[in-house]
């Protein structure tokens, strides 16, 4: 009869006391609103969901992407750290399984030199905790969850490791397009030196107007040098993403690259889907909230039964030939007394690390907001500036070219000549500079919107 009040004690323990509840998500945890007031979201599509290899078309860049992600130490270690943790997993599920041990025992004993007698024991043992209050369960389910997160670190580095090589890709194509811009200036002022020159030596002007002309093509031959440093720089930079020894990157031109004129955003509840760095977040909050409830199961007793069996010829102080089978079954219950107070104070840091690790999840979800709305907001800025450098471009090449003529004819000096070209050559530069910055808006939108895992 004792046993209906132990087993509908169990069942309440296990069902109706919820020891073996499973995480939720918190109704405090709000995604309303992430991208900012400003943004019209239309759908649910999402830039995220569009495989890199579709998005970063350039074959070049395809090139290099496809090898970081074969070679590259970080994407390697993160891989490592997966298997790991997916052992560790492997070993928490097996903890509902007894422990089985062999441990075969012999002895020699002779008492004021009688004959000696000998002893054995072969026996097999074996112990099992009943998981009654979910400590097993919730030790399961957080290495579960440190799995997961050992997954969404790999999709994280993995997701880096792309944005890093698309930018610094694009990083050389401007670059590149620069040292031209500058390469063209350069030859263009050293013809006007070679002009001017010609001018002093006809007398229509003098030695500090060759000056002038001199120290410009100078200063752009300076810049172009300093353009080289940095593309070497960048290739080596590059170089050591891709796990492999520093040296010459092979691309194409920032010209004719193409991208979606309309990037989707999606909503910002999908961030809790794609982005693995806000997946991990919210990891390490269930992991917190499962170490709560194993330091809340530690204050309630646990139920350990063992068993015994195998062959011996010694019975107590008997010895007997031969030997016998051997039986032997217990249960231990071991309740916490003395360390309660111990346990209850480890239950308090849990819980308080519990509520430490949602305060964490919800401030990732606002920086990843925040990342949205950044490079949303610089793609937008940047599609602006390009088309008004190109006017501004379009402007400057005629007042280049009216000044020359007016040079000529009139009272006009080489000192507008010279602002003229620099002020070309600095919006040329820009205009560099503009693409470049489109093109990373493209890429730090995909980056924060968790593209780059597919």
Not at 188 to 213: L, P
Not at 265 to 292: M, S, T
Not at 389 to 401: C, F, G, N
């Amino acid at each position: 009869m004792m046993r209906i009040p132990i087993i509908a004690f169990l069942i309440c323990c296990t069902t109706g006391c919820g020891l073996h509840k499973r995480y939720t998500r918190s109704e405090e945890i709000r995604t309303e609103g992430l991208f900012g007031a400003e943004v019209a979201i239309e759908d649910t599509s999402t830039l995220a969901t569009v495989r890199w290899s579709e998005l970063f078309t350039d074959p070049f860049l395809s090139r290099l992407i496809e090898e970081g992600l074969e070679n590259n130490t970080d994407l390697q270690v993160a891989r490592l750290r997966t298997l790991e943790t997916g052992a560790v997993l492997r070993s928490a599920k097996l903890s509902y399984l007894p422990s089985i041990n062999f441990t075969p025992e012999g002895g020699v004993a002779s008492f004021d030199r009688s004959q000696a007698s000998k002893t054995y024991t072969v026996p097999l043992t074996a112990s099992w905790e009943a998981d009654i209050f979910g400590k097993i369960t919730d030790n399961k389910r957080q290495a579960q969850s440190r799995f997961q997160q050992s997954e969404d670190y790999r999709q994280a580095v993995q997701t880096g490791l792309i944005s890093a090589i698309a930018t610094q890709y694009y990083t050389l194509l401007m670059l590149d397009e620069q040292w031209r811009i500058s390469r063209q200036t350069a030859e263009k002022f050293k013809e006007s030196v070679r002009v001017m020159r010609a001018m002093k030596s006809a007398g229509m002007t003098d030695e500090v107007g060759v000056a002038q002309f001199e120290a410009a093509y100078y200063e752009v031959a300076s810049a172009e040098e300093e353009i080289k440093r940095s593309l070497s720089e960048l290739e080596n930079s590059l170089s050591s993403l891709l796990g492999r020894v520093s040296g010459p990157i092979d691309r194409g031109s920032l010209e004719g690259q193409e991208f979606p004129e309309n990037l989707q955003i999606g909503v910002p509840v999908q961030l809790l889907a794609h982005r693995p760095d806000v997946r991990a977040a919210e990891q390490n909050l269930i992991q917190a909230y499962y170490a709560a409830r194993i330091a809340r199961a530690h204050l309630y007793p646990s139920l350990i039964l063992s068993g015994l069996g195998g062959w011996t010829n010694s019975v107590g102080a008997a010895i007997i030939d031969p030997g016998k089978l051997l039986l032997s079954a217990t249960g231990s219950l071991f309740q916490p007394i003395f360390n309660a107070g111990a346990l209850r104070a480890e239950l308090t840091i849990a819980q308080a690390e519990q509520q430490a690790a949602q305060l964490a999840f919800q401030q990732a979800l606002l920086e990843a907001g925040a990342e949205v709305n950044n490079a949303l907001t610089q793609y937008q800025s940047s599609q602006v500036k390009i088309g008004l450098r190109e006017r501004q471009i379009t402007a400057l090449q005629s007042a280049l070219d009216k000044t020359r003529l007016l040079m000529s004819h009139s009272s006009i000096t080489y000192l507008d000549v010279l602002t003229a070209e620099q002020s070309l050559l600095q919006a040329q530069l820009s205009q560099a500079q503009d693409r470049f910055e489109l093109i990373q808006g493209v890429i730090l939108l995909y980056h924060a919107l968790g593209g780059g895992v597919r």
